[in-house]
């Protein structure tokens, strides 16, 4: 699309160089209706359908997107009181120390179990808790549970196992977020070091000025960050230089093919240097085989997490 193209081209605004994505949905009159009203609806189903399947895209309606929509209203609906009917839980998926093999973190992955609808996989109900606004609290829950969790764990003697948990864009607008985070840190009395949030390149994008002050006073409170899936994004290079970041993660797309790229190689390798540059830790993300984990040793990743 000409606008998608005149969009993806980068601008400087106040000194900053800034790159916008472009979703875009479209319906046509009359196969897809005959009222301005009924045609800018359908349109919109479309945009919400690039958003869901990964934005900065084009997508034309079809009548399938109605029977979507409505699902998804079904599911906007039945996330309203799934904290208070105690349907969340937090799985623990470990990061592992490359060259020792022992576990040095956990990442905590939310799960949604309901009665009449079964296993709902995060990729089907996160943005929809985003675009509702709903992941505030949803946030806010995760958050006081993994400190509950951190502060159960140390009590049982498991020491130095940092828990991550992912940050989203709409939480970091938060008024409440430091106070929140820091009530939760009170409440279960968690130290320096033992918490880390994890953020993506998209909240860098959104708003760089404020999220650098806001990661920085996080960081003062004790707070590891770090940049999830990197790579998959715009991946500028001055988010590394510039944002208080501790830990780098690279995403698992590159991951999935090292072993038949030299490409995603070049790139793995040069993340981890220019990570350990700046005084970074690096992660990868979906390692699964052990030719994986080897070529990762040898290019001095620190930890792996699987998939």
């Known amino acids: 699309m000409y606008i998608q193209q005149a969009l993806a081209d980068p601008f400087i605004a106040n000194g900053e160089e800034i790159t916008l994505s472009c979703s875009a949905g479209a319906s046509l009159y009359p ?12 349109a919109d189903l479309a945009m919400y359908s690039v958003k869901q399947s990964g934005r900065n895209r084009f997508a034309l309606f079809n009548h399938q997107m109605i029977e979507t929509a409505s699902e998804r209203m079904a599911m906007e609906k039945r996330l309203r009181g799934a904290i208070q009917r105690n349907e969340f839980s937090l799985h623990y998926q ?30 089907k109900f996160i943005f929809i808790a985003e675009d509702s606004g709903q992941i505030v ?12 969790q951190i502060s159960l764990w140390r009590s049982q003697g498991v020491l130095n196992v940092p ?26 009395q968690i130290k320096k070091g033992w918490l880390e949030f994890e953020i993506t390149e ?36 001055s988010y590394l230089e510039r944002m208080p970041i501790d830990t780098i993660k690279i995403d698992r797309s590159f991951i999935h093919g090292m072993l038949k790229s030299r490409r995603d190689i070049a790139i793995i390798n040069a993340v981890i240097a220019m990570g350990h540059s700046l ?16 070529a990762l040793k040898q290019a001095g990743c620190d930890q792996y997490q699987g998939y």
Not at 32 to 37: A, K, N, R, S, V
Not at 137 to 148: D, Q, S, T
Not at 164 to 174: A, F, K
Request: with cysteine; aromatic share 4%.
């Open 202 to 237: 998209s909240i860098l994008m959104d708003q760089q000025e404020q999220a650098g002050i806001l990661l920085g006073k996080l960081q003062a409170m004790g707070i590891l960050i770090a940049l999830d899936d990197f790579g998959t994004g715009y991946s500028n290079l």
């Open 163 to 188: 828990l991550s948990v992912n940050l989203s864009v709409r939480q970091m607008r938060e008024p409440s977020l430091l106070n929140d985070v820091k009530q939760a840190m009170t409440d279960h």
């Open 94 to 123: 470990p990061k592992v120390d490359i060259q020792t093999g022992i576990i040095s973190g956990l990442e905590a992955l939310i799960r949604w179990q309901t009665p009449d609808m079964g296993n709902i996989p995060p990729d």
């Open 31 to 42: 196969d897809h209706g005959t009222e301005p009203g009924q045609l800018i609806q359908h």
């Open 137 to 148: 609290e949803i946030g806010h829950w995760l958050i006081n549970e993994a400190c509950r």
């Open 279 to 294: 005084g970074h830790k690096v992660i990868a993300e979906g390692v699964e085989l052990e030719e994986q984990l080897e």
